[in-house]
T-cell receptor, first 117, second 114 residues
Framework: GAVVSQHPSWVICKSGTSVKIECRSLDFQATTMFWYRQFPKQSLMLMATSNEGSKATYEQGVEKDKFLINHASLTLSTLTVTSAHPEDSSFYIC?????????????FGPGTRLTVL | AQSVTQLDSQVPVFEEAPVELRCNYSSSVSVYLFWYVQYPNQGLQLLLKYLSGSTLVKGINGFEAEFNKSQTYFHLRKPSVHISDTAEYFCAVSEYGSARQLTFGSGTQLTVLP
C-alpha cells in the first residue's frame, strides 16, 4: 500500500519551454503532497507543500511563478517548470501523506529526472 | 526548528559484516523519526519509523534502529549486510504539529564490498 507514482520518469527539453510533472497517489487519498528537488550527491530540498484545493506553500527562495504547483484532487498534484533553463536541471521527487494519518509519514514517488538543454 | 546530522557521508563495509549508520537530531519538541533508502535514480523508500513506544524499531530488509531521546540519536543498524544494500540512506525528522514537513539529513552512502 501507499504507492506514489510520477510521470514522466525522465524528460529532456529545450531552454525556454515548460515541463509538467505529475505526482499521483495510487492506492490512497493524499490531502498533502510535497515537492522536493535533489542535486547530485545531495540531500532532498523541500520546494513546496501542496494541499488539495488550496494554494501551495513555497519554501524560501523557491520562485512560485517559475514552479507552478496544482493539487486539483486528492490523488494528483502537478509541478510545472515554466521557461526552463539549464540550471533547473535536477531530480524532482514528490511525496504524499495519507489522509487521516497523524504520524506524518511521507511516501515518495520514484522521481523525475529533468534535463534542460 | 529541528535539524538532522548524519555523521558519516560514506560507509564502506564488507558483505555479511554488521553496519551502523549514525543519525543525530535536535528539536525543542517531540518528533517522529524516519530512515529512508534511495537506490540510484530512484525515489525514497521508507525503511522504518519511530513514532512512540519501544525505542528499538524494526524495519524492512533486516534493518533496525535505536531511538535514544536523552542523547538525541536514531542510529540505523543491520547485523549482516548484502551487496544489494548498497544505496544512499537518509535520516529524517518531523516535529509534532509541523504540518508534516520533513527535515532530512545529508545522507550516508553505504557501499557493501564483496
Amino acid at each position: 500500500g501507499a504507492v506514489v507514482s510520477q510521470h514522466p520518469s525522465w524528460v529532456i527539453c529545450k531552454s525556454g519551454t515548460s515541463v509538467k510533472i505529475e505526482c499521483r497517489s495510487l492506492d490512497f487519498q493524499a490531502t498533502t503532497m510535497f515537492w522536493y528537488r535533489q542535486f547530485p550527491k545531495q540531500s532532498l530540498m523541500l520546494m513546496a507543500t501542496s494541499n488539495e484545493g488550496s494554494k501551495a506553500t513555497y519554501e524560501q527562495g523557491v520562485e512560485k511563478d517559475k514552479f507552478l504547483i496544482n493539487h486539483a484532487s486528492l490523488t494528483l498534484s502537478t509541478l510545472t517548470v515554466t521557461s526552463a533553463h539549464p540550471e533547473d536541471s535536477s531530480f524532482y521527487i514528490c511525496s504524499a501523506s495519507v489522509a487521516g494519518d497523524s504520524t506524518d509519514t511521507q511516501y515518495f514517488g520514484p522521481g523525475t529526472r529533468l534535463t534542460v538543454l | 526548528a529541528q535539524s538532522v546530522t548524519q555523521l558519516d557521508s560514506q560507509v564502506p563495509v564488507f558483505e555479511e559484516a554488521p553496519v551502523e549508520l549514525r543519525c543525530n537530531y535536535s528539536s525543542s519538541v517531540s518528533v517522529y523519526l524516519f530512515w529512508y533508502v534511495q537506490y540510484p535514480n530512484q525515489g525514497l523508500q521508507l525503511l522504518l519509523k519511530y513514532l512512540s513506544g519501544s525505542t528499538l524499531v524494526k524495519g524492512i530488509n533486516g534493518f533496525e534502529a535505536e531511538f535514544n531521546k536523552s542523547q538525541t540519536y536514531f542510529h540505523l543498524r543491520k547485523p549482516s549486510v548484502h551487496i544489494s544494500d548498497t544505496a544512499e540512506y537518509f535520516c529524517a525528522v518531523s516535529e509534532y504539529g509541523s504540518a508534516r514537513q520533513l527535515t532530512f539529513g545529508s545522507g550516508t552512502q553505504l557501499t557493501v564490498l564483496p
